[in-house]
């Protein structure tokens, strides 16, 4: 017996040996690279091949930049320039609690230029989001407090349906906007158009999706004076805030390629419209219709007078 014990012992300790040397323990150092897809205060959210990773700053983070003609010498940063879309490499310590706590993060200027592009483009539509994300809030507490009250409580139901109503159609007049700068212009003319889709839930490009932006980055140099406007879209399936970042991410993802994949320069992409649920291009009721609105549309419009199309 005490020799089927020791047999047993043995057998766990190279079970747990085997464990920590797989996967790794807290005060390991670990070097990775991604994009952030999220910040909130000072924890990153980042997106690598190997999957998401928590990445913590505290005031020993140093987050640098090559500088210089050949970039050999590294510029020391604000950590404000962590935003998301941002590409950018880590080195840190792995802890249990809080995932990856950064010592570097070093980052190329022209990265930060696509993210603060990106940004540029979202924030209005996300600012009239997070509008409407707080209404419905209040209009939830208002809901459980008069929950005594029926009649009176489906009167406040009944106005806080009017006041999303006037919400959505605020976000439209965002998205029309965008469009009426184009319209105006009577010297702009579509002179393509191609969509691409995504998984349920999913803002990664599959590799259609890749060769037919490829595709229409390259039917586009053919002209002079163009640009590329693109907007994201999800389908009606979960919360509408879920759905508004998604849409966010999707048109991330496909500006993020024209720029790095297909080397456009800034100036020929338009920012991208984050549309949420808004103008399916199919019925939500049925499979297929879902799967048609899990998108991003891309135009290219082509200025007349650049281009000399008469």
Same mark, same amino acid.
């Given at each position: 017996?005490?020799?089927?014990? $020791?047999?047993?012992?043995?057998?766990?300790?190279?079970?747990?040996?085997?464990?920590?040397?797989?996967?790794?323990?807290?005060?390991?150092?670990?070097?990775?690279?991604? &994009?952030?897809? @999220? $910040?909130?205060?000072?924890?990153?959210?980042?997106?690598?091949?190997?999957?998401?990773?928590?990445?913590?700053?505290? %005031? @020993?983070?140093?987050?640098?930049?090559?500088?210089?003609?050949?970039?050999?010498?590294?510029?020391?940063?604000?950590?404000?320039?962590?935003?998301?879309?941002? +590409?950018?490499?880590?080195?840190?310590?792995?802890?249990?609690?809080?995932?990856?706590?950064?010592?570097?993060?070093?980052?190329? %200027?022209?990265?930060?230029?696509?993210? /603060?592009?990106?940004?540029? *483009?979202?924030?209005?539509?996300?600012?009239?989001?997070?509008?409407?994300?707080?209404?419905?809030?209040?209009?939830?507490?208002?809901?459980?407090? @008069? #929950?005594?009250?029926? &009649?009176?409580?489906?009167? #406040?139901?009944?106005?806080?349906?009017?006041?999303?109503?006037?919400? /959505?159609?605020?976000?439209?007049?965002?998205?029309? =906007?965008?469009?009426?700068?184009?319209?105006?212009?009577?010297?702009?003319?579509?002179?393509?158009?191609?969509?691409?889709?995504?998984?349920?839930?999913?803002?990664?490009?599959?590799? #259609?999706?890749?060769?037919?932006?490829?595709?229409?980055?390259?039917?586009?140099?053919?002209?002079?004076?163009?640009?590329?406007?693109?907007?994201?879209?999800?389908?009606?399936?979960?919360?509408?805030?879920? @759905?508004?970042?998604?849409?966010? /991410?999707?048109?991330?993802?496909? &500006?993020?390629?024209?720029?790095?994949?297909?080397?456009? #320069?800034?100036?020929?992409?338009?920012?991208?419209?984050?549309?949420?649920?808004?103008?399916?291009?199919? =019925?939500?009721?049925?499979?297929? *219709?879902?799967?048609?609105?899990?998108?991003?549309?891309? +135009?290219?419009?082509?200025?007349?007078?650049? =281009?000399?199309?008469?």
């Amino acid at each position: 017996m005490d020799k089927q014990m $020791r047999f047993v012992a043995g057998l766990l300790a190279m079970c747990l040996l085997a464990l920590g040397l797989a996967f790794g323990g807290a005060g390991e150092k670990i070097k990775s690279k991604g &994009v952030i897809t @999220n $910040r909130a205060g000072d924890i990153l959210t980042v997106k690598t091949a190997d999957g998401p990773y928590t990445v913590v700053l505290n %005031s @020993n983070t140093k987050v640098q930049r090559p500088a210089g003609l050949i970039g050999v010498r590294k510029t020391q940063v604000s950590q404000d320039v962590l935003i998301p879309g941002l +590409r950018m490499s880590f080195e840190g310590v792995i802890d249990d609690h809080h995932g990856v706590v950064a010592n570097t993060i070093n980052f190329e %200027s022209d990265d930060l230029a696509i993210a /603060e592009v990106i940004q540029a *483009g979202l924030n209005p539509v996300a600012q009239q989001q997070a509008q409407n994300m707080q209404n419905i809030e209040a209009n939830q507490q208002r809901t459980a407090a @008069n #929950e005594a009250a029926i &009649v009176a409580h489906q009167r #406040e139901i009944d106005a806080t349906k009017q006041r999303i109503s006037a919400n /959505e159609q605020g976000i439209q007049e965002v998205a029309e =906007s965008t469009q009426k700068r184009f319209s105006d212009l009577a010297t702009w003319y579509i002179k393509g158009e191609t969509t691409v889709r995504f998984a349920v839930g999913d803002s990664a490009l599959s590799p #259609e999706a890749q060769n037919a932006i490829t595709d229409f980055a390259q039917q586009a140099r053919t002209y002079s004076g163009w640009v590329i406007e693109v907007r994201g879209y999800a389908d009606s399936t979960g919360r509408l805030e879920d @759905n508004q970042q998604l849409s966010k /991410e999707r048109a991330q993802a496909v &500006v993020a390629y024209l720029l790095q994949e297909c080397h456009l #320069e800034v100036k020929n992409v338009v920012a991208p419209g984050a549309m949420g649920e808004k103008n399916p291009a199919q =019925s939500n009721e049925t499979e297929y *219709g879902r799967a048609e609105n899990r998108r991003v549309d891309l +135009r290219l419009l082509v200025n007349k007078g650049v =281009s000399g199309i008469e």
